[in-house]
Structure formats: C-alpha cells, structure tokens
C-alpha cells in the first residue's frame, strides 16, 4: 500500500509562485508514475502533470504547460510541484496520485492519492 501526503498550499497573489510536495510512505514510489490533479468548487477533477518513472518523462494539460514544473526525488520518495505566474483559475484542490502502470491522464487509472491541499489565488 501506498500513502501520499501533500503539503505546501496556501494562499498567494497572482502572478506568485508555490511549491507543492507530496511525501509517499508504505513503499517506494520510484518505479510509480506520479501525477498531479486538481479540483475546483463545482468542477471536475482536472489533469494537472504527471512525471513517469521509466524515463523519466514528464506530461501536462495545455493549461499549465510552462509554468508548472513536475519533478521527483526518489531518495525522499517525494514528488514536486512547482507553480509559477499563478492565475487565479488555478484556484483548487491539489492532489497527489500514484500508479504502476496505466494511463496518466485520467483519474480512474490511479491506485493511491492523497488527501489534497488547498491553493487559492487572489486577483
């Protein structure tokens, strides 16, 4: 089994930066696929990045392409998120999930996530 933690939201202007981790325990998650998505009030779960283990090659939505970075640290067995030029629609839940092998786009194909973390953007 697999558990996920995220940490590092919080409140920040637009145009700020976060950074976002998600610490797994319970096994190592340096042969999981990682991916990143987020969910806003009313709204479905979105794709945000994902970071695979085999390469490593890295994936985002058209929405955060270039200013989000994805990243990991397979010694701390903990995966990044770095959010730069923040707008306010990125305003969501952020959440961690992890998968050994499927389709890294969509929800369903991930095994384990984390409990999410809250950013908000003001304007």
């Known amino acids: 089994q697999v558990q996920l933690v995220e940490s590092g939201g919080g409140l920040v202007q637009a145009g700020g930066s976060l950074r976002l981790s998600c610490a797994a325990s319970g096994r190592t998650v340096s042969n999981y696929t990682m991916g990143w998505f987020r969910q806003a009030p009313g709204k479905e779960r979105e794709f945000v990045a994902a970071?695979?283990?085999?390469?490593?090659?890295?994936d985002y939505s058209d929405s955060v392409k270039g200013r989000f970075t994805i990243s990991r640290d397979n010694a701390k067995n903990t995966v990044y998120l770095q959010m730069n030029s923040l707008k306010p629609k990125d305003t969501a839940v952020y959440y961690c999930?992890?998968?050994?092998?499927?389709?890294?786009?969509?929800?369903?194909?991930?095994?384990?996530w984390g409990q999410g973390t809250q950013v908000s953007v003001s304007s």
């Open positions: 970071i695979r283990w085999s390469r490593p090659s890295t």
């Open positions: 999930a992890a998968v050994r092998y499927g389709s890294i786009w969509y929800s369903e194909s991930y095994d384990y």
